[in-house]
């Protein structure tokens, strides 16, 4: 008898989607501080409207920080250079409402820069998990890592001239047809690819999905997943002309799941982009990646999530949790130990064993689109694997 399968559905959207458009930026500045101010503390957040991108938040740094430079380059280079696209990077408005961090806040989580690192508090309570799944050679789930790469190849063949009537902004979404292996999953095909992206006036709708199946989907998804029944979803509205912040507004921090894992393991509902690693929102979610990629990569599981959690100004995490879904080679508690004993869970320490407070070479700015998880880049310092050792019980 067939093993019983099942539906999941990831998506994602490329760097011209309006939300993404605000993470680049708030991690743009992030970047800028850091790269001149290692201590900078930096909460920014990037809202954006028709012929308007604003800033706003608090920073604390002795950057020197040209706000509205760093908008204009981010918005230009992801390729919003005329209102036609959506946004005119050169004309647009540029508002600019950034404020010092609270003195109650800075006294409470680094002594105003007086704390060693190990007694750094926690910037804010809340929870943050890590996901890793042997699913794929990035242990990631297959359905967000497909969406995300079709995002991805939207983006390159628009900017490298494949496709000159793409425009910036793009959604895309798989559904993957999969079974249970004793907890952990199985891919077994592609079910349906749905594409929905910015178009210009000149091309027609069997244009765009004959370009798309040629040059973004086929590169993208291994032929071993599509079959004849899979379905096919390619610009389903019929017309997707305007785009970028003139279809819609786009706030930082609205594509966290995007960000993660696809709908898979949870989330604790703090987003990542403009937050420096005293936010344990970012630094506490790319451990607690690392611990559970580190337990997948090192045979304890064939799929696992951690979660740990945190209170404001407290240095040492409240609690961390470890579930391999019943894939465990030996029992979760002890797995549990071993991630404890190999992983230091504290802000301060999250920061220097990352090295989390270097800017520069668009280090933050790269996170911001194509999700902060599964990249092959010496800068995604919490996706480089820490070999756990463990004897079968």
């Keep these: ?113 007086t704390k060693r690192p190990e007694d750094i508090g926690a910037g804010d309570q809340g929870h943050m998990f890590g996901y890793a799944t042997d699913e794929t050679p990035e242990l990631m ?23 000159t009537w793409l425009r910036p902004d793009g959604k895309t979404q798989v559904t993957v047809e999969y079974y249970n292996d004793k907890g952990a999953m199985v891919p077994v095909r592609v079910h349906t690819v749905l594409i929905s992206t910015q178009h210009d006036e000149t091309v027609t709708n069997d244009e765009i999905a004959a370009d798309l ?65 005293t936010k344990v929102d970012r630094s506490g979610a790319y451990v607690v990646r690392q611990a559970a990629k580190s337990i997948v990569a090192s045979g304890l599981a064939r799929r696992t999530i951690v979660q740990v959690s945190y209170a404001i100004g407290v240095p040492e995490p409240l609690s961390v949790f470890v579930d391999t879904y019943g894939t465990g080679k030996i029992p979760d508690k002890e797995i549990l130990k071993i991630v404890k004993e190999n992983f230091d869970f504290r802000p301060g320490m999250i920061s220097i064993n990352l090295d989390l407070k270097r800017g520069g070479n668009n280090r933050f700015l790269k996170t911001a689109a194509y999700g902060h998880f599964g990249r092959d880049d010496a800068d995604f310092t919490w996706e480089v694997v820490k070999p756990l050792k463990w004897e079968k019980a």
């Excluded at 789930?141 to 496709?163: F, M």
């Design 213 to 277: 199946k040629e040059h973004v989907i086929k590169p993208v998804i291994p032929e071993k997943y599509l079959d004849e029944k899979t379905i096919f979803h390619l610009n389903p509205s019929g017309r997707f002309v305007i785009g970028g912040p003139h279809g819609d507004a786009g706030l930082t921090g609205r594509k966290i799941i995007i960000d993660t894992y696809g709908g898979w393991g949870a989330h604790g509902g703090g987003a990542f982009s403009g937050k420096d690693p």
């Design 1 to 113: 008898m067939a093993a019983e399968t099942f539906l999941f559905t990831s998506e994602s959207v490329n760097e011209g989607h309006p939300d993404k458009l605000c993470d680049q930026v708030s991690d743009a500045v992030l970047d800028a501080c850091l790269e001149q101010d290692a201590d900078s503390k930096v909460a920014c957040e990037t809202c954006t409207k028709t012929n308007l991108v604003m800033v706003f938040g608090e920073v604390t740094t002795k950057a020197n920080i040209d706000y509205e430079k760093i908008v204009r380059k981010t918005v230009r280079d992801i390729g919003f250079v005329s209102d036609d696209v959506g946004l005119d990077a050169d004309n647009c408005r540029v508002l600019v409402n950034i404020e010092q961090q609270s003195p109650d806040i800075a006294q409470g989580v680094h002594g105003h820069f």
């Design 141 to 163: 789930p297959l359905s967000h890592v497909l969406a995300t790469k079709l995002g991805a190849r939207l983006t390159e063949v628009r900017k490298n001239g494949t496709l």
